[in-house]
């Protein structure tokens, strides 16, 4: 049966990869909605390839561009931020693919889990920001999460047919990022460029900088922890710096499953669009005999002082998860443009989790609050 998607953030990483699949898979999948955040150019490039019902841009000056390039009798064009909610609430979708960057992915998510779609989900930020409301509204309407970050797809397809009770434990690989080697007393010199090197993944520049800080660990920490319902004692961070084992699932009687391929995101994107199947894909698989050696260490705290945070913010429990991810959203912005160094990252995402007005159960009203007291905290270090 052919799955009907929308796309929010069709033009980012995901989003490209995304339709690469669907245009692989042009049987099972057919696109929907398209939203983008200002690369008017590609939005329109992908909605006469894909002819979608409707479209979004969410910054409103490139609207004019897109009315007068597109024939809007065959596309409805929405804008603005009130255009992305309203694609994200639309009823007539299996999936809905978030691939938003940072904290602003996270009402989408949750309007759409409210509307009952399932939702395919790169946008780790939402859980991080909002993984109560998340999970409420899933019990409310049934509505399911499919991870796309690649450990969580690996956990997720190493617990197929699997008991919850059996698990002894996660273990999310990371790669270690590009200064896993580096020395640490040149830490505060490392330039936008080199952050932005990632040895082993194409991603966007936000994810590509929270792994080289390994914030993104930190994030996935808190992320595995809402999607699996898991305790942080049960999670554990091991770097593998050839990113062929996506994570693994220990049981109790010390069996381990591991899910393995070669480090394309369109490999957890496809699952989570295809789910329960994997259809053939035409992208390079795994070589055993070729393979480098597969290798294995322990996180160091010291140099990549991010991983501690998440099991502060999990200890610290309410609105601490939100206040570090609302953190990280700011000050990665700010380094990228060149306002603050490298290190500069953690300081500000500590001292916020530290300082920020606690909430016990944030509601989104809180969580708005909470991103106004953040950005201007933020804005004044
Ligand atoms: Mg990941």
Not at 257 to 278: C, N
Request: aromatic content about 8%; some cysteine.
């Amino acid at each position: 049966m052919i799955k009907h998607l929308s796309i929010l953030g069709s033009t980012g990483s995901i989003g490209v990869n995304a339709l690469r699949i669907a245009k692989h898979l042009k049987e099972e999948i057919k696109i929907q909605y398209l939203t983008a955040n200002t690369n008017f150019n590609l939005l329109i490039q992908q909605t006469k390839l894909f002819k979608p019902k409707s479209i979004c841009i969410v910054d409103d000056i490139f609207y004019k561009k897109i009315k007068t390039e597109l024939n809007t009798n065959d596309v409805e064009l929405l804008v603005g931020r009130e255009g992305l909610l309203e694609i994200s609430r639309r009823k007539d979708v299996d999936i809905m693919l978030n691939g938003l960057v940072g904290a602003a992915g996270m009402e989408p998510t949750l309007s759409a889990l409210n509307s009952g779609i399932n939702v395919a989900l790169a946008n780790k930020e939402s859980l991080v920001m909002a993984g109560a409301l998340i999970k409420e509204s899933m019990k409310k309407t049934g509505a399911k999460i499919f991870p796309v970050d690649s450990e969580h797809s690996a956990i997720w397809q190493c617990l197929v047919g699997e008991n919850f009770e059996d698990i002894q434990r996660i273990i999310l690989t990371g790669s270690g990022g590009p200064f896993r080697l580096r020395n640490l007393n040149t830490f505060d010199d490392i330039s936008i460029e080199e952050a932005l090197k990632h040895p082993n993944w194409d991603m966007g520049r936000k994810i590509t900088i929270d792994s080289a800080t390994m914030m993104n660990k930190c994030l996935e920490v808190i992320e595995a922890h809402w999607l699996f319902e898991l305790k942080p004692e049960k999670i554990d961070i091991v770097i593998h710096p050839q990113s062929i084992i996506h994570s693994m699932v220990e049981f109790k009687d010390g069996s381990i499953k591991a899910q393995m391929g070669v480090p394309d995101m369109k490999v957890p994107i496809q699952y989570a669009l295809t789910y329960p199947s994997h259809l053939q894909s035409s992208w390079k698989k795994l070589d055993f005999i070729n393979c480098v050696d597969l290798t294995f260490h322990g996180p160091d705290y010291e140099r990549f002082p991010s991983l501690k945070l998440a099991f502060k913010a999990l200890s610290l429990s309410g609105s601490a998860s939100a206040a570090l991810n609302l953190a990280n959203d700011y000050s990665v912005n700010k380094f990228l443009n060149h306002e603050i160094i490298f290190t500069d990252i953690f300081n500000i995402n500590e001292s916020v989790i530290d300082n920020h007005p606690w909430v016990q159960h944030p509601q989104l009203d809180d969580l708005h609050d909470l991103n106004m007291w953040v950005k201007d905290y933020v804005a004044k270090f």
